[in-house]
C-alpha cells in the first residue's frame, strides 16, 4: 500500500511484516523512532508472536540478540554511532558466530565532538567485523532491503546490517510502498537455523578455537560472503518480479552508457548526485553515477564492470580514514587494479553539513575539467581552519580545536566568522 509516512515508522511496519520472535531495544538518535513503533505494535498485540525486550545498553541489545538467535529465533535490534562502538564485542561475536541477525544502522557521526547529524563514519568503523552491509538510497529502498536482508541473513546464516543515513531518511516523510503480509510471507520462509541451541540436542556455541583451526573458521566466514554476492542479486531479482519494482542488488548504475566522468557514492547522497548529473548533461558534460548498494562484502567486480567505460572516477563519500583519505576510495581503486583510469576522493557531508546541489555542479565541472585533486573536502572551510592552526603555532595552550572554531564562527546563521583580535 503507497503511504506518505516517515522513514522510521516504515521500516518498523516492514521488520513488523518479517515477522520477528525477538526484538531488543535500547534508544539512541535517530533509530529510536524505528524501535518505539516496534515496541508500540508488539503491545497492542499486532506483532505476535514477539518479545520485545528493553535492555540497558547497545551492548545488551547485541547480547540479547545474539542469545535469541542462537537459540533459534528470528532477531532483530537497531542502533546508531556510539551505540554502534558501545556493541561493537558483540558485533563482531554474532558475525563470528554465524547468526543471522538483522540491524538496521540510522548512520550518524561519531564523536567527539558530539555530533547527532548524518554521516557514515559508524558503518565505516565496523566495516570489517563479518556483517553484511547495504545502504539505502530512499526510504523506499531501505524498506525493501529489510525483507530481502532477512531472507539473505538466514540462507547464509550471516548478520546483515541495513544502513539508512540518519534523519535524511528516517525522520524524512515521503512516500513508501509498505508490502501486505502474504507478499512478504511470499520472499521470506519460516526461519529455519543452521545451528541452533537445543537441550534435547546439546551443541556448542561460540568455543574456543586455538590456532589449529582459527584461520579455516575465519576463512568459511569470508567465503559465505563471497556467497552473498551471487544470493544479493538473485534475491534482488526475485523481489522485483513479485512486488514489480527493482530494489537491492549490488550496485545501480545512472546515465554511465557514454559517460566520461562518472560519480560513486554510498546513501541518500545518491538522488542528490542525479540531479546535479542531470544539469551537467544538459551542459553537454558526459557524466554519471554508481550507487553502491552492497558495501560489504564488495562487490568488486560488479563495480569494474559498472565503471569500466570512464576515463575519470569521483568517489564521494560521508567518511574518511584520518591521516590517509578515503575509505570507500580504496575499495574502489582495488576493484580497478590494472584499468586506466583516474580516480579522485571526495570527503563530504561529515557531521550533517548539507552537500547541496549547486556545490555537487561545481565539483562536477571541476572533474570535467581535469581540474580536481586527488583528494578534496566539499566545502570546507579553509579560512576557519588556518585560524586554528595559527592559534595552535601561537601558543602552546590553544584549547580544545572544537570550541575554539565555534567561537570564531560565532552563533549559527552569522554572516561571516569572527576573526582573533
Known amino acids: 500500500m503507497l503511504r506518505q509516512i516517515e522513514g522510521s515508522r516504515a521500516i518498523a511496519e516492514t521488520v513488523a511484516l518479517c515477522r520477528p ?34 535492555v540497558e545498553s547497545e551492548f545488551a541489545a547485541m547480547s540479547v540478540a545474539i542469545g535469541a538467535s542462537a537459540t533459534g529465533a528470528r532477531s ?14 558483540a558485533v563482531y561475536n554474532a558475525a563470528g558466530l554465524g547468526l ?6 540510522a548512520n550518524r557521526a561519531i564523536g567527539a565532538p558530539i555530533n547527532i547529524w548524518n554521516d557514515h563514519s559508524d558503518a565505516m568503523a565496523v566495516r570489517d567485523a563479518g556483517w553484511i552491509q ?12 529489510h525483507v530481502q536482508a532477512f531472507r539473505l541473513a538466514e540462507e547464509l ?9 540518519g534523519f535524511i531518511l528516517t525522520h524524512a516523510v515521503e512516500r513508501v510502498d509498505i508490502l501486505d503480509q502474504a507478499t512478504v510471507d511470499s520472499l521470506l520462509p519460516p526461519y529455519e537455523p543452521r545451528q541452533v541451541l537445543d537441550p534435547a540436542d546439546p551443541v556448542s556455541i561460540g568455543a574456543m578455537v586455538g590456532p589449529e583451526a582459527f584461520e579455516e573458521v575465519r576463512y568459511l566466514a569470508h567465503l559465505r560472503q563471497l556467497d552473498a554476492l551471487v544470493r544479493i542479486p538473485a534475491i534482488a531479482e526475485q523481489f522485483a518480479h513479485v512486488t514489480g519494482r527493482a530494489s537491492g542488488g549490488l550496485v545501480n548504475s545512472y546515465r554511465t552508457d557514454d559517460a566520461e566522468t562518472v560519480i560513486v557514492a554510498l546513501g541518500s547522497v545518491l538522488g542528490t548526485i542525479k540531479d546535479a548529473v542531470d544539469i551537467r548533461r544538459e551542459l553537454g558534460e558526459r557524466v554519471g553515477v554508481v550507487g553502491i548498494t552492497c558495501f560489504r562484502p564488495f562487490p568488486a567486480h560488479a563495480v569494474r564492470e559498472a565503471l569500466r567505460s570512464a576515463s575519470q572516477i569521483v568517489v564521494l563519500e560521508k567518511a574518511f580514514s584520518v591521516g590517509f583519505g578515503g575509505v570507500l576510495s580504496t575499495d574502489v581503486a582495488m576493484s580497478m587494479h590494472g584499468e586506466q583510469h583516474v580516480l579522485r576522493s571526495v570527503i563530504a557531508g561529515l557531521g550533517g553539513r548539507p552537500i547541496t546541489r549547486r556545490s555537487l555542479e561545481a565539483l562536477i565541472a571541476e572533474a570535467v575539467r581535469g581540474d580536481l585533486p586527488a583528494l578534496t573536502f566539499l566545502d570546507l572551510d579553509h579560512g576557519a581552519v588556518d585560524r586554528e592552526r595559527t592559534r595552535m603555532a601561537g601558543t602552546r ?3 580544545p580545536s572544537a570550541e575554539n572554531l565555534l567561537r570564531d564562527r560565532g552563533p549559527v546563521g552569522a554572516a561571516a566568522p569572527r576573526t582573533e583580535s
Open 76 to 89: 532483530y535490534t537497531a542502533t546508531a554511532s556510539q551505540g554502534l562502538l558501545y556493541m561493537i564485542e
Open 100 to 105: 543471522p541477525i538483522v540491524m538496521t544502522l
Open 157 to 165: 546464516s550471516v548478520p546483515v546490517m541495513v544502513c539508512m543515513d
Open 21 to 54: 520472535e525477538v526484538v531488543c531495544a535500547y534508544p539512541i538518535s535517530p533509530q529510536t523512532h524505528i524501535i518505539e513503533a516496534i515496541g508500540a505494535m508488539v503491545k497492542a498485540g499486532t506483532l505476535a508472536p514477539c518479545e520485545f525486550i528493553n
Open 397 to 399: 595552550r590553544s584549547g
Open 134 to 145: 547495504f545502504f539505502a538510497e530512499t526510504n523506499q529502498e531501505a524498506a525493501d532491503l
